[in-house]
Nanobody, 117 residues
Framework: VQLQASGGGLVQAGGSLRLSCSAS????????MGWYRQPPGKQRELVAS???????NYADSVKGRFTISRDVAKRTAYLQMYSLRPEDTAVYYC????????????WGQGTQVTVSS
């Protein structure tokens, strides 16, 4: 499985961005897609996840502002981000997890999101 993230950029506080993660290869080995982020000098954290059945989870810091979704036909997952804050500045990564696994075994390259105040 190969994952390709895109959509990052520079945005002012209060603005919006949509990240995309395109999957190729044996995508049927993945049942959960997630978005992680790593702010400068900090550890990587899980921002949001979505299962094949559409169950979503969000970090408290983004609830109500971010929405994760997936288009199975397009083999793409999205992270729609609204009301962005400077503290959302980070490198964002998409990841895939196999059924029955607790860890994400497939990773895309990061995409930089910078929110200016």
């Amino acid at each position: 499985v190969q994952l390709q993230a895109s959509g990052g950029g520079l945005v002012q506080a209060g603005g919006s961005l949509r990240l995309s993660c395109s999957a190729s290869g044996n995508i049927f080995s993945i049942n959960t897609m997630g978005w992680y982020r790593q702010p400068p000098g900090k550890q990587r954290e899980l921002v949001a996840s979505i299962t094949n059945s559409g169950i979503t989870n969000y970090a408290d810091s983004v609830k109500g502002r971010f929405t994760i979704s997936r288009d199975v036909a397009k083999r793409t997952a999205y992270l729609q981000m609204y009301s962005l804050r400077p503290e959302d500045t980070a490198v964002y990564y998409c990841a895939g997890r196999r059924p029955g696994r607790s860890d994400y075994g497939f990773w895309g390259q990061g995409t930089q999101v910078t929110v200016s105040s």
